[in-house]
């Protein structure tokens, strides 16, 4: 199995990229589908309903060094190496993918940063900014931050979201189960410190956050960081019912209209949230419902995984594995075009007690 890139200095353009053969496409009932052979296209991703894809998020790995209640069980199975697209792989794809029109990649896992050879991805990714790539950015828990933030801004990265739902040490190892909350703080004093912006997610979890929010808008305005709140979504089983934990947004930021007005502001990082300025704080506040208040009629992106499939939405199971197509130089676009005829309209998220998840598959394994 390749690891390593090529030893030329960059991956080969899409004009040289020749695909002869054909694959399976995966819905929830199997369809085969077999496709003529063009060389590699740079036709725009359009899918079935006139929306144009821009914004690829790039699982680099499942693997994660935290076990998060709402995301995995604890005793969470990863996938093996041989499972997996290397990291030459992961971006002879992303060359394709930004030929065809994509100019956000967000680099995800899993934890991205435990991925060997992450820094070599996000290089050569972060080369390609300015050349079709508006902005590459990354998602992480913070825990390896410290050691990797000085790469990121050296590769491009200007701004990181982090992820911290509370910042009491006790809930933060409750919530995490192997969590230290300074640690995480500490990333991000660092990443500060190298010049990226920071955004701080925060998934809202009845009976386990609600008491944080204000605490964790006192600490973004302190620290220069943006607040995105996250309604939890069923994704993959987990020990704990998630309706249990689940709450509306407009109930979690009850407190906060008490005391601040909100105001809508326009702010475009090419993901869902809708972004509002807050009464007397620097801090903009994002907010992500995809339960409460739906955004698919906008949706621009698409979720490539570490193991090669790309997923139309997170909400559906319909996928295409680019994986073997690479390997065996098939048709890589046909299986593109395909999955983009295929992408819905709408997810099919719903929390219900005792309900099984809407989706079996794990954040973790989907690319977050």
């Not at 991805?121 to 050349?131: E, K, Q, S, V, Y």
């Not at 990226?196 to 204000?214: D, F, H, R, T, Y």
């Not at 302190?222 to 995105?228: S, V, Y």
Request: charged share 25%; glycine share 8%; proline share 5%.
């Amino acid at each position: 199995m390749r690891t390593g890139f090529r030893t030329s200095d960059s991956w080969p353009s899409p004009s040289r990229l020749c695909l002869p053969s054909c694959c399976l496409l995966h819905h929830k009932a199997p369809v085969a589908s077999t496709f003529s052979q063009p060389a590699a296209s740079t036709a725009p991703l359009i899918d079935g309903h006139g929306r144009q894809i821009s914004y690829l998020r790039l699982s680099v790995t499942d693997r994660c060094d935290l076990r998060c209640r709402y995301c995995m069980a604890e005793d969470m199975v990863f996938l093996p190496k041989s499972a997996v697209l290397s990291i030459e792989e992961m971006g002879e794809l992303a060359v394709r993918f930004v030929a065809r029109g994509i100019r956000r990649i967000r680099l995800t896992g899993g934890e991205p940063l435990v991925r060997r050879g992450i820094d070599t991805l996000a290089t050569r990714l972060g080369a390609m900014i300015g050349h079709g790539l508006d902005e590459l950015t990354l998602t992480t828990n913070g825990m390896r931050l410290a050691e990797h933030a000085p790469m990121l801004a050296s590769a491009g990265v200007r701004r990181i979201n982090v992820s911290l739902d509370t910042l009491d040490p006790a809930a933060f190892r409750h919530i995490t189960r192997v969590g230290d909350v300074d640690v995480a703080l500490g990333g991000i004093a660092a990443a500060r410190a190298a010049g990226l912006a920071v955004k701080i997610n925060m998934v809202a979890l009845a009976g386990l956050n609600e008491n944080q929010l204000l605490p964790m808008l006192d600490y973004c305005a302190e620290t220069g960081c943006d607040l995105t709140l996250i309604e939890t979504m069923p994704l993959g089983e987990v020990e704990a019912d998630r309706s249990d934990h689940y709450i509306p947004l407009h109930h979690f930021i009850a407190p906060l209209r008490e005391t601040h007005a909100l105001y809508p502001v326009e702010k475009r990082t090419g993901g869902p949230a809708r972004y509002f300025a807050i009464e007397d704080s620097p801090v903009t506040l994002g907010l992500i419902t995809p339960l409460s208040d739906n955004f698919c009629a906008t949706c621009n992106r698409i979720r490539l995984t570490v193991e090669g499939r790309v997923y139309m939405c997170l909400g559906q199971d319909d996928h295409v594995d680019l994986r073997a197509a690479l390997r065996d130089r098939g048709d890589v676009d046909g299986l593109i075009d395909a999955a983009l005829a295929g992408k819905p309209r709408a997810h099919d998220f719903h929390i219900e007690r005792k309900s099984t998840p809407a989706v079996a598959r794990h954040m973790s394994a989907t690319g977050g």
